[in-house]
């Protein structure tokens, strides 16, 4: 499967966002997880969404600000972004994989990357 994440850009403190990942060549796996990697920091968890069940997990700084809905139809999971922060400035990654997880290295299946910058 190949992932295609894209949607990112520039956006006011309080406006919103929402990236797409698409999967091409087959389906998602059991889980879909959105990453982020701000400058100058570690790659880390947003949110990640378990396709079977539908149970969705928050990082609790994005927690009430973001969501993470899908559209089996267009086979395409995405990350909601509102109430956007200075702080959400990012570069963000979908990723794919078996166990829905907020660990990078449960997921074996990787995007490209999209930014999302958020200015004061």
């Known amino acids: 499967v190949q992932l295609q994440a894209s949607g990112g850009g520039l956006e006011q403190a309080g406006g919103s966002l929402r990236l797409s990942c698409v999967a091409s060549?087959?389906?998602?796996?059991?889980?879909v997880g959105w990453f982020r990697r701000a400058p100058g920091k570690v790659r880390e968890f947003v949110a990640a969404?378990?396709?079977?069940?539908?149970?969705?997990d928050y990082a609790a700084s994005v927690k009430g600000r973001f969501t993470i809905p899908r559209d089996n139809a267009k086979n395409t999971v995405y990350l909601q972004m509102n109430n956007l922060k200075p702080e959400d400035t990012a570069v963000y990654y979908c990723a794919t994989g078996t166990v829905l997880s907020t660990q990078e290295r449960l997921y074996n299946r990787w995007g490209q990357g999209t930014l999302v910058t958020v200015s004061s």
């Open positions: 969404l378990g396709l079977t069940t539908g149970t969705a």
């Open positions: 060549g087959r389906t998602f796996g059991y889980a």
